[in-house]
Every structure is written in C-alpha cells, then in structure tokens.
C-alpha cells in the first residue's frame, strides 16, 4: 500500500477563513491525510486541533505528520457525528457543560489516496475487491450491494447518490452479471449498459455508480445532517463551520442545514420581524457555494467538483434579534 496522502482542497481559502476564529480548538472531522490540519496549525500559534477520521490508514499517517506540533494535537479514530462526545472526553466538557469549538471543518468524500490506493476499491480504474468501505474494520462492502441488493435498489442508490440517469439499466446489467468480484469488471458492466453516445462525454462512464456505491455503503449522507448540526451547536460565539462537498446530495444538506442555522426555522415573510420564537444562530458568509479558482483546478483537477460553504456562529444575547439579522459583517 502506497503511503496515505491528500491533496488537501482549497487550502489558502480554508486559512483565510480560519483566519478570523477565536483562539482555541480546531476540529477537522476528516482528519485524511492532515493537509489542511498542517495548514492550519502552521497558520496559527493559538489554535489547537482534534482530528477525526474513521479511516484507520488516515489515523495512523496523520498523526505521524502531527508529531512536531505536540501536544496542540488530539487524533482520534471516530467517524464526525461522534464530535461531540469525542470533543467533551479531550477537552473536558463539565456540569453538563458542552466543551466548544473555535472552527469545524469537513472535507467530504474520498481522499486521494483512497481513490490511488487500488486495493481499497474506490477506484474503477485499477483492479480489486469490492470493498469500498472508509473504516475496513466494519461494516457492509460494495461487493455486498452490488451482489446481494435487488435491482430496484441498486438502481434507488445509482440515482440519489451518483445522480446517474441510467440507473435503471445499469442496475440490471449488474444483477444479470452476479457474481461480480472486481471494480474493473464492474466498471465494464456499468459502461457496457451506458448508451455509446453518453460514454463519450462526461468522463469515465462509472465514475457516478462508483461514487454512488461509496456514499451508501459508507452511509455518509445519513450521519451529515446530525454532524452539521453538532458543529453548529459546539461552535463558540465566532466560530466558523467550513464545508468542502463534492456531491449535489452533500452540498443540499450543508445548505439545508446551514439555511436552517442563519434563520433559526423561522417560517414568518422574509424582511419582517420574527414572530414565531427563532432564534438565528448565526450567518452564512455567503449564500452560493465557493468554488475554486481555475488555478487550483488546474494544478489539481479532482478540486473541480468542490462546493464549499462556510458558517459563521453569533452571539450569545441573540434571542432578541429578528429573523433577518446576519450578524457581524453584514448580509451574506
């Protein structure tokens, strides 16, 4: 196995955002390779960091590369909806008390050395087991699914979380074929049941059933929500939650969740005050996503399909305030 690395994504974007945060602790919930968690530490001497990451491989080479900065860093092998537990046991969360963050920051999906490291079976372009799975010591394996699941729910999980329009016919394809044992040969199952026009754009023709495949069997969508949620309610006044998605499923639930924190739930007509009890926790620093720059895209093409958005918490005395207050800074 090749060692464990990431390209950490839009690494200058996530230090100027940082930039602003209250010293303190700094969780990265995908700790991967430490890109951005070097970065990060580097970029500031008053900031700790609790680094989560389900992925045993990632654990052990990050806190490798998180030697030299000592005792300012915590790993843990967790997945990120167990922050707030994980948070409370290294810094000591008292009377009930919830212990707080500075920052959070997710960087979803499959790192680069995931995808490169051919034996874990994210990739279709090199040869292996269906595994798929981020924690190997756990858990369902691609091969599960893709041999074992019906064809109406092979094709549910190729459309919600590939956005494939063929996943009708890819999922009988691949039911016709049982057993399949290797990505290669189910990459040429899923290309062979793609019209030959569609294969020619759009890049490699399996690359959103691979995608699709990993999101489910790693349950990633389903344990988002809560974990943003905690990041929002662990974040002290200032604080910033920094996501970086690459998904369109991914980034309706940051938004979803990020909509919900900046008004509170509040259902009452947009410029009037709040009538119905809200209470905004804060404002997103922006209401489209973050891309980045065609540079970085450039020099590292798997950065194209990020989606990043950044929220920052408010106040604490902000139960008077009404359902349009974007805090410090102005309107998002």
Request: aromatic share 6%; glycine share 10%.
């Amino acid at each position: 196995m090749t060692d464990f690395y990431h390209v950490p994504v839009m690494c200058d974007e996530v230090i100027a955002w940082i930039a602003p945060v209250p010293p303190g602790r700094i969780v990265d919930a995908t700790l991967g390779g430490a890109g951005h968690a070097i970065a990060i530490l580097d970029s500031r001497s008053d900031l700790t960091l609790l680094g989560l990451d389900r992925d045993l491989s990632a654990v052990a080479a990050a806190t490798h590369r998180l030697f030299r900065f000592g005792s300012r860093v915590v790993v843990r092998h967790a997945r990120f909806d167990e922050m707030g537990a994980v948070l409370d046991e290294v810094d000591g969360g008292r009377d009930g008390i919830p212990a707080l963050a500075s920052a959070v920051l997710f960087d979803l999906g499959a790192s680069s050395h995931q995808l490169d490291a051919g034996e874990r079976g994210f990739s279709f372009r090199q040869d292996a087991p269906l595994d798929m799975r981020m924690d190997q010591s756990t858990g369902l394996t691609a091969s599960d699914v893709v041999n074992e699941a019906r064809a109406d729910e092979l094709a549910t999980i190729l459309s919600e979380y590939g956005d494939e329009k063929f996943a009708a016919r890819i999922a009988r394809a691949i039911v016709a074929r049982r057993p399949i044992s290797t990505t290669v040969e189910l990459a040429e199952i899923i290309t062979s049941a793609i019209p030959a026009a569609t294969r020619r754009v759009g890049g490699h023709p399996a690359k959103r059933s691979f995608q699709a495949l990993r999101i489910h069997v790693n349950d990633e969508l389903s344990v988002l929500r809560s974990a943003l949620d905690t990041a929002i309610d662990r974040l002290r006044p200032g604080g910033r939650c920094i996501v970086l998605s690459y998904h369109s499923g991914e980034d309706r639930i940051v938004k979803d969740r990020f909509v919900f924190a900046a008004t509170g739930g509040c259902t009452c007509p947009v410029g009037l005050p709040c009538n119905c009890g809200a209470l905004p926790r804060g404002r997103r620093l922006r209401n489209g996503v973050i891309r980045p720059s065609a540079t970085e895209i450039a020099a590292n093409p798997r950065a194209a399909s990020a989606l990043a958005r950044v929220f920052e918490k408010g106040p604490d005395n902000r139960s008077h305030k009404p359902r349009n207050w974007h805090g410090p800074g102005g309107p998002a």
